[in-house]
């Protein structure tokens, strides 16, 4: 018998999921967070190396936080790309690097992070929040991020954890049950956010992220967990 915990939805569920939420969204993400998530991106897009000038991507870029932060990065002389496969998520998006004065520098597309709709050795970093997790084929996500990336470049992967520490877990357990649901039935979406705890329990360790990664080709790999180790992100080098 399989146990709950197992049951994957699939990319078309999870699809029609991000865009239910989408109104909601980065409200709920503040909220939820207390505004810690955009120090964690900012640490992602920090651990990515980008710099003035570069091509970069952001894959599962739901409403463009972290995109427009390597947009920031990159500059007026660099490009961006934010990719999702929730409409709803990029059509936020757009609203919201046009009205940061952004949108020469951000191109947003719809596709499948397992299949990047970019040639071979395009970016010179690459960025994805808390995607991973929700990706139906982790290793084919990971090996598709390595294909896009230039020699040398780098990718940052910020996701969800189970701390290793047993009061941690407790506390996040918590938090989840307490904190992140009632808050979702608030805004009417208790279904939407109760998927969370499963796809925390299914998502591999940093220790197997990181095995993950080599195995997908990337040349290193080094999984910093943060937040307690509720938050992690793998940095992975082509």
């Known amino acids: 018998m399989v146990a709950p915990s197992d049951l994957r939805p699939s990319t078309q569920e999870i699809q029609a999921l991000f865009d239910r ?19 964690w991106k900012r640490m992602a897009v920090l651990w990515s190396g980008a710099e003035a000038g570069d091509c970069c991507v952001d894959v ?21 790309y934010g990719v999702d496969f929730s409409a709803q998520q990029l059509a936020i998006a757009q609203q919201r690097s046009e009205s940061a004065r952004l949108s020469k520098i951000v191109a947003w597309k719809q596709a499948d992070a397992l299949d990047l709709p970019f040639e071979a050795a395009k970016f010179d970093a690459v960025t994805m929040g808390y995607g991973l997790r929700n990706l139906t084929d982790i290793p084919q996500g990971l090996a598709e991020l390595r294909r896009v990336l230039k020699p040398n470049g780098t990718a940052a992967i910020l996701d969800f954890h189970r701390p290793s520490n ?14 992140v649901v009632p808050a979702a039935e608030r805004y009417g979406l208790p279904d939407e956010y ?35 180790g509720m938050m992690g992100v793998l940095v992975a080098a082509h």
């Not at 705890?197 to 080709?217: H, I, M, N, Y």
Request: glycine share 8%.
């Open 166 to 179: 047993p009061l941690m877990q407790q506390f996040q357990q918590w938090y989840l049950d307490q904190v």
């Open 60 to 80: 599962c870029c739901g409403s463009g936080d972290l995109a427009l932060m390597l947009a920031q990065q990159v500059g007026v002389k660099g490009q961006v």
């Open 21 to 39: 939420i989408a109104p909601v969204y980065d409200e709920l993400n503040q909220t939820l967070s207390l505004g810690f998530h955009r120090v």
């Open 194 to 228: 109760a998927y969370i705890a499963p796809s925390v329990d299914r998502f591999p360790t940093g220790q197997k992220q990181v095995a993950l990664a080599l195995e997908a080709g990337f040349s290193q790999a080094v999984h910093y967990p943060i937040a307690g």
